[in-house]
């Protein structure tokens, strides 16, 4: 411990290799639980209408092996290797030559990128563990999000309860500023969504993104909230203009705002700081 906190860079290069071991799980997680959570919908509409359950192989988040959805090939020990085993294997299975999506070495190197900066910027301490939760959280929310255009309650809740639970002891900000950055942060988009639905009569949103936002308020405080937002549905209105002129994505189809959320708490969490006080010293 004490060679940790007296040499920072050993540090923050533990922590970018355990990032990408992370990112590694992040990406079971991400193809795996919506999944899961489907399964589960099945079984309780089953139980409703008075059906047998259905008998099923065990699926979870380690259970079974993983394999290529193609053909079935076992991935080994040395095919799971973050990022290198990828780029070894080509991006294809060694077993049938199917492609392997770019995402997964994505996301590993991302997760372990943006977990070294949280140790450069925070030091061996709870503040960087903290952090490195934070941005996992946030990771696997924003790619499932991408992909199914749900937020989990299983990550969205135990993240909010984290948050606080780390600033009851002032970690990132004092236990009044994160209790009122939850409150704020859910009650914000959820003011949105009634207006924009009485104006409209459509869901211009889904709960998820009430709860996404009210963890990144219990762990950074109401203080960020408004950077939070404003990144994030800036560049979302930027990306989704472009989407509908561009590659005439329908109007019809919703476009998913957790990773924007997502990606304005991980900027706020590393420079909202420096955004207020430049924001507020141009005036």
């Not at 984290?162 to 942060?185: K, T």
């Amino acid at each position: 411990m004490e060679l940790l906190q007296s040499e920072p860079a050993l540090f923050v290069g533990l922590v970018f290799l355990f990032g990408l071991l992370v990112g590694s799980f992040l990406n079971v997680v991400i193809h795996r639980l919506p999944r899961m959570m489907e399964a589960d919908w099945r079984a309780q509409c089953a139980e409703m209408r008075g059906e047998p359950a259905e008998l099923a192989s065990p699926y979870n988040l380690w259970t079974p092996r993983s394999a290529c959805p193609v053909c079935g090939h076992p991935v080994s020990a040395l095919e799971n290797i973050p990022v290198l085993s990828w780029l070894w294997l080509r991006g294809r299975c060694s077993g049938c030559g199917a492609s392997i999506s770019v995402r997964y070495p994505l996301v590993e190197g991302l997760t372990a990128v943006l977990s070294a900066l949280a140790a450069w910027k925070f030091g061996f301490g709870w503040a960087a563990i903290g952090s490195i939760l934070f941005i996992c959280g946030l990771i696997a929310l924003a790619f499932i999000d991408l992909d199914t255009t749900l937020l989990p309650d299983d990550i969205t809740l135990p993240l909010l309860w984290l948050g606080l639970l780390f600033n009851l002891f002032g970690i990132f900000v004092s236990l009044q500023s994160a209790v009122i950055g939850a409150m704020a942060g859910y009650l914000v988009l959820w003011s949105v969504y009634w207006l924009f639905k009485f104006a409209t009569g459509k869901e211009g949103m889904g709960f998820g993104d009430f709860k996404l936002l009210a963890a990144i308020g219990a762990w950074l405080g109401w203080e960020q909230l408004p950077v939070t937002i404003l990144l994030s549905s800036v560049v979302g209105a930027l990306i989704g203009i472009s989407m509908v002129i561009f590659i005439k994505h329908d109007r019809r189809i919703p476009i998913p705002f957790g990773p924007y959320l997502a990606g304005g708490g991980l900027v706020a969490m590393f420079f909202g700081t420096e955004i207020t006080r430049a924001y507020l010293g141009s005036f």
